[in-house]
């Protein structure tokens, strides 16, 4: 039977370590599974100085017409996965904000729904267009950015769980069905707006539903909204 191949993408923002702490856990505790996985070290500049990035947020490095460091990573980054032809690529982040383990995509597309079945995350944003165009995800059609809150990543348990996450995409399985939370964002909560009150994922008095905020590294905005939420058996 094919396995299927998967890339796990760390550290665009370098103090950020969630993927290559999966992928060292997977190579030791599940060797056999070590052919199917690779895995880059998306900033490497900014991971060796443990900081965010070394002069433009990669994760808005992507189709630019700009040379800054993070912007050529970018670059070589698609060019690596578009040469691999990977099945899935999992854009591994964590988060300051209090949101437990997530998925961000643009796309519903087939290999994405196959990303979230694998999965137990619950949770799942849908960014559009305007708002990933520069990203990962919406440059790589067969890509999800995955982001566990920062004190959760630490944990044993969640490496736990996302290496069987990665193991059942490889064999093709799936979890078992859950509800899942479908969040299609609308715009961004700007620095300007009251927040007092607002809760991730909890329909705020304002009419919309808070997703990633509390990100400590967001400056130009506070997080996103979102005016629907989708309840789903997936």
């Known amino acids: 039977m094919r396995k299927e191949k998967v890339l796990i993408l760390g550290s665009q923002h370098g103090n950020e370590v969630l993927g290559i702490n999966l992928y060292n856990y997977m190579l030791k505790k599940y060797p056999e599974y070590s052919d199917s996985v690779d895995y880059i070290c998306a900033n490497p500049d900014a991971y060796d100085k443990h900081t965010r990035f070394i002069e433009t947020d990669m994760n808005r490095s992507y189709k630019t017409n700009g040379h800054s460091y993070e912007e050529n990573q970018a670059r070589k980054v698609l060019?690596?996965?578009?040469?691999?032809?990977?099945?899935?690529?999992?854009?591994?982040?964590?988060?300051?904000?209090?949101?437990?383990?997530?998925?961000?995509?643009?796309?519903?597309?087939?290999?994405?729904?196959?990303?979230?079945?694998?999965?137990?995350?619950?949770?799942?944003?849908?960014?559009?267009?305007?708002?990933?165009?520069?990203?990962?995800?919406?440059?790589?059609?067969?890509?999800?950015?995955?982001?566990y809150n920062e004190i959760l990543a630490r944990e044993e348990s969640s490496l736990e769980e996302l290496s069987h996450f990665v193991i059942n995409l490889i064999d093709g399985k799936e979890n078992e069905p859950l509800d899942r939370n479908l969040y299609a964002v609308s715009g961004l909560i700007s620095n300007d707006e009251d927040v007092s009150g607002l809760v991730n994922f909890k329909l705020a008095r304002q009419g919309y539903y808070p997703l990633l905020f509390g990100e400590a590294n967001y400056t130009t905005y506070r997080g996103f909204k979102a005016e629907t939420k989708t309840v789903q058996i997936i």
């Open 79 to 147: 060019n690596v996965i578009n040469e691999k032809a990977y099945d899935y690529v999992l854009d591994v982040h964590t988060t300051t904000a209090d949101v437990g383990g997530i998925f961000v995509c643009t796309v519903l597309n087939k290999e994405n729904m196959k990303i979230i079945h694998a999965s137990k995350i619950t949770e799942i944003i849908v960014m559009p267009d305007e708002i990933a165009e520069h990203a990962l995800i919406g440059n790589v059609p067969s890509s999800i950015s995955i982001e």
